[in-house]
């Protein structure tokens, strides 16, 4: 016999409120959201650790820590409760999806076996929802759009031609996670598109690497295509593992166009004829500008873009400019080349360098960061500016340079195609997340790359 509770009794939870004013409501969503595979995973589980305890610690065990060394190892099993129950979720989705275990001398592959004769006692649903499990690759996507607590877009990391998809994703989805690339197992439900439950994100700078490490390794499974899974799952699992016992070095930042490390150089002078110094600038067929604006001196290049080797900026404080470098060699050549068409109108004050791979270094760890306000000597509205000049510095070209997250194309070539444009605007979603967070830390305004979407007729 079941008893009725009253939506004014006490609530069983043993909370001390009112049913109505405590589990009611949760019991109810909970009812609403209950869905046909519920309890799938842990009635594999279950059963599993029941029949064959050993031989899936074995496997878990292999999976996880197989090819580290005593000292990784050590560092790895140091990590946080927090961080062993997503390890431990992986693992365990893992074991169904795709592991194998030694039952009475044989290896079997789990889900065959949980699915065969003499498994555990499955609903029609929850069988589905195994075997969906072993279907379904574990594949990289990056995060292109979220709407909080609704859903995500997602876009194969891979396979820059495949269309976006929409997943419907309630307790993982947060707008932090726009640019991300993550490791997921993609299911169908009713017609639409769930996350499995296991994740494996990465932080950009793992992400460029591991990107980098599979397209090396392509190209080795293009006569046994039926073996690419196996080794894609492998790198997403071991190289997700890596964050936690093996930090990246900081890499050196190239300028996509010569090759070059970067590193922003920034000259200043002290203008003591304008109208000297704009005729001159006038005259060169490769300045491109005006004194209101600045300017740029123009490249064309291999590829059939334009480029700037050096940006002319009007500063705030009278009768002074900067002029802005990419790497050292156009700072070289740029400087001599100003001074000499420039003469007598323009005094050199002093030369600033930034090293981008310092300035990554220095950058706040901790997504949770407390802000804090822009440094004491540097007012903010004054530190925004900076930022804003070097961001649009950065970003001069950036709708034509190719970018190989949209696998080599420009911004302007890829927004042709329905997937190329959800990656595009990805992107630029991501770095409006990432301004939003800097400068939330910095006490400043934000920064809008609207201009960026403009260039590109998009919005």
């Known amino acids: 016999m079941t008893l009725k509770i009253g939506r004014n009794d006490p609530c069983p939870c043993g909370s001390g409120k009112k049913y109505k004013q405590c589990c009611a409501d949760t019991s109810a969503a909970i009812v609403e959201e209950k869905k046909g595979h519920d309890g799938a995973v842990e009635r594999a589980l279950s059963w599993l650790m029941d029949k064959h305890r050993k031989a899936v610690h074995i496997a878990i065990e292999e999976m996880i820590f197989d090819g580290l060394s ?10 946080d409760k927090q961080t062993w129950q997503g390890i431990q979720l992986n693992a365990t989705e893992w074991l169904l999806a795709e592991g194998h275990i030694l039952v009475k001398g044989e290896h079997r592959r789990v ?37 909080p607590g609704k859903q995500m877009t997602l876009c194969d990391a891979l396979n820059t031609e495949a269309l976006p998809i929409t997943v419907y994703e309630k307790s993982g989805s947060q707008a932090s996670q726009i640019g991300m690339l993550i ?9 639409h598109f769930e996350l499995s439950g296991a994740g494996y994100p990465f932080s950009h700078l793992k992400a460029q690497d591991l990107i980098a490490q599979i397209h090396e390794a392509m190209d080795q499974f293009n006569k046994r295509q039926k073996d690419f899974p196996d080794f894609l799952s492998f790198m997403i699992r071991r190289k997700w593992l890596e964050q936690f016992y093996a930090p990246m070095p900081m890499p050196t930042m190239m300028d996509a ?7 922003l150089i ?27 604006s600045g300017w740029d001196r123009l490249v064309d290049c291999e590829d ?49 360098l930034s090293d981008p791979k310092g300035m990554m270094a220095n950058m706040p760890v901790n997504q949770k960061a407390k802000p804090r ?13 900076i930022i804003e000049k070097t961001i649009y510095r950065v970003y001069a070209n950036w709708a034509d340079e190719s970018i190989q997250a949209l696998g080599g194309k420009t911004p302007r070539q890829a927004i042709k195609t329905p997937a190329g444009l959800e990656r595009v605007k990805g992107l630029l979603r991501s770095y409006e ?22 260039e590109l007729g998009i919005s």
């Open 70 to 79: 005593d000292e990784e190892r050590e560092i790895l099993e140091a990590q």
């Open 111 to 147: 889900s065959e076996y949980l699915l065969g004769q003499g498994g555990p006692l499955f609903t029609v649903d929850q069988r589905r929802w195994i075997a969906q499990l072993a279907d379904r690759p574990l594949r990289l996507y990056e995060v292109t759009d979220v709407i």
């Open 183 to 191: 490791g997921l197992r993609i299911m169908e439900v009713d017609g």
């Open 257 to 263: 166009y010569s090759g070059e490390p970067m590193l």
């Open 266 to 292: 920034t000259d200043h002078y002290r203008v003591k004829d304008w109208e000297a110094l704009t005729q001159s600038l006038s005259s060169q067929s490769d300045v491109q500008g005006d004194r209101k």
């Open 304 to 352: 059939g873009a334009t480029r700037a080797t050096v940006t002319i900026n009007i500063e705030k404080t009278a009768n002074k400019i900067t002029l802005f470098y990419k790497t050292q060699s156009y700072a070289d050549k740029g400087r001599p080349w100003f001074e000499a068409i420039a003469g007598d109108a323009v005094q050199f004050i002093s030369r600033e």
């Open 373 to 385: 306000a822009a440094e004491p000597d540097i007012p903010p509205e004054v530190y925004a500016d």
């Open 433 to 454: 997340a990432s301004e939003k967070q800097q400068a939330a830390e910095q006490g400043r305004r934000e920064i809008s790359y609207e201009f960026l979407w403009r």
